[in-house]
C-alpha cells in the first residue's frame, strides 16, 4: 500500500514580511548567522496550531535547520526592529534587536496575524557590543514563563520552539546556545515609538502607528479624523496596559524590568527575563536581584505602568494634535483614566479570586486585610487562594485548608469569618462558588524551582521535564493529582534562588 506524502514545504506560510516592507527606520534587513550542529529541544503543538504548521510533520521532518536561523523559509524576509527606551527610569538610547531576528509576519487560516521570531540567531547592527545569542538557561525560562502565562489566560507572546546547540556563549561561565521561537500577534514596543521622537523622526510615527492600527485595530482605523484615530488607540494602549497589570498582580507575578522598551503596544506580557511568580506573599518583592531600589518590586507594577505609559503618551504626542498645547491636554487626559482603568480590573479580579460575584461596600477593605495576613504569616500567595476556594461558607464547618497556610491561625479565623458574613450576601449555590473559585484561582503556576528543575535536566540533556511541566502550566486551574508535588511549597534549597537580567 502506498503512503501519499505531502512535498509542500512546511514553512510555506503566507507571509506578508510588513516589516520588510516598511523598512528604515523601523526595520533592517537582517539573515540569522548560522550556528553549529542545531539540535531540537521542544516544540509547542499549541502555537503551532495558530500558525497552521503541522506538529507531527515539524517533529518528523525536523524543525532544528529552520528555527535556529541556519535555513530561512522561502517567502520569508527577515528583519531586526530598531527601538530605544528608559531603562531604570533613564532614556537609554537606542536599544533594538540585539539578538532577535524576526523571520517575518504571517496570516493564518482565520485571518489572524503573527510575527515569527528567533531569539538568539546572532547579531544585528543594534547588538552593539553583544554576541546577539542566547542561552539555554534562559530560552527555557522564556518558553516556560510565557506558555505559563498563556495557561492562566493573561496576554503574553508565545513560544514555538526551543532548538539547542553545544556552541559555546559566554555570560558569567560558558554556558551551551539556545534559540527560541517567539510568536506574538505585534512585537511593537512603547520604545519603537520613543526612538522615533527622542530622534525628532516626527514625520516617521504616524507610519508606524498606522501600520499598528490597521493590522490589529480595524475598529480604530475606520475612524476618518487623524488625531480622533490616534486618540483612540492610545486610549486602547492605555486600557490593555492596565488590564495587563492587574493580570500579573491578581496571580502574583512580578515582570522584573518593567523598561519601556519592554512595554507591548498591543498589552502582551513581553521579554521575560528575572520574571517570577510569588511564593510567600510580600508585597514589596523583587524578583531581579540587580534592582537594588526596587524600582519593579511587585507593589510597584501598577505604578510603573502608568509611568511607562507617560513616556508613551509623550513620545506620539505629535499624533494627538496638530497644536503643542492641545497634544500635551489630550495626552493628559488620555493618561487620567488609567488610575481608574486599573483600580477596576484590579478589583474585579480580586473579587473573583474570593467568590464574590457582586461589589458591595468595603470589598476592597476585605481583600487589603487578607493581603496582610498573608504577608504577617509568609502565607504562600497560590497556595492561599486556592485553599479558599475548598472551604465552605457554612460559618461551622473547618476553616482547612485556608488557615493551614498561616502561622497564625486565629487571625486566618477572624477573616475567613467576615468572608463568609460577606458571602451571605450573595445568592450563589456554595458548590458553584467553589468551583468557579477553583476555576479562577489556579494550583499551578511556574514557581522559579520548577523552572530550575527543568532547566538543570536539559543542560544535562534530559529535556522531557521542560515537556512535563509545560503540560501541567498548560492546565493550571484543573486539580490535576498526579501532579500534586507541583503545588507544594519551595523546598528549603530554592529559598536562596536568585534571578538577573541574564536570566
Known sequence: MS????????????????????????YTRQQPTAIKAPYPVVFNDDVAALLDIDAERARREGYAEVLSGNRVPEGALPVAHRYGGHQFG?????????????LGDIVNARGQSYDIQLKGAGKTPYSRFADGRAVLRSTVREYLGSEALAGLGIPTTRALAIVGSDAPVYRETVET?????????????????????????????????????????????AIGDACERYRAWVAHVI????????????????????????????????????????????????????????????NQQPAVGLWNLGRFVQAVLPL??????????????????YRGSYDRAYQARMRAKLGLLDTAEGDADLVERLLKRMAANGADFTRTFRALGHVSADPGATGAPFVDEFVDRDAAHAWLADWRKRLGNTA????QRAQRMRLTN??????????????????????????RLHAILRRPFDEQPEHADYARLPPDWARGLVLSCSS
Open 239 to 298: 486600557a490593555v496596559t492596565a488590564e495587563l497589570v492587574a493580570d500579573w498582580q491578581a496571580v502574583g507575578f512580578c515582570h522584573g524590568v518593567l523598561n519601556t522598551d519592554n512595554m507591548s503596544v498591543l498589552g502582551l506580557t513581553l521579554d521575560y527575563g528575572p520574571f517570577g511568580f510569588m511564593d510567600s506573599f510580600n508585597p514589596c518583592w523583587i524578583c531581579n536581584h540587580t534592582d537594588d531600589a526596587g524600582r519593579y518590586a511587585y
Open 177 to 221: 546556545a539556545a534559540i527560541g521561537t517567539r510568536v506574538a500577534p505585534s512585537l511593537v514596543r512603547f520604545g519603537s515609538f520613543e526612538m522615533l521622537f527622542y530622534n525628532r523622526q516626527f514625520d516617521r510615527l504616524a507610519p508606524l502607528a498606522d501600520h499598528v492600527i490597521e493590522t490589529h485595530h480595524p475598529d480604530i482605523a
Open 428 to 431: 450563589a449555590d456554595d458548590g
Open 442 to 467: 489556579p494550583k499551578y503556576v511556574l514557581r522559579n524551582y520548577l523552572a530550575q528543575a527543568a532547566i538543570e535536566q536539559a543542560q544535562a540533556g534530559d529535556c522531557r521535564e521542560i515537556e
Open 320 to 337: 494627538l494634535a496638530d497644536q503643542p498645547e492641545a497634544a500635551v491636554e489630550a495626552g493628559q487626559n488620555l493618561l487620567e483614566a
Open 3 to 26: 503512503t501519499i506524502t505531502d512535498t509542500t514545504d512546511l514553512w510555506a506560510l503566507d507571509w506578508r514580511n510588513r516589516g520588510a516592507a516598511l523598512g528604515e527606520p523601523w
Open 90 to 102: 533613564v532614556w537609554a538610547g537606542q536599544l533594538g534587536d540585539g539578538r532577535a531576528i524576526t
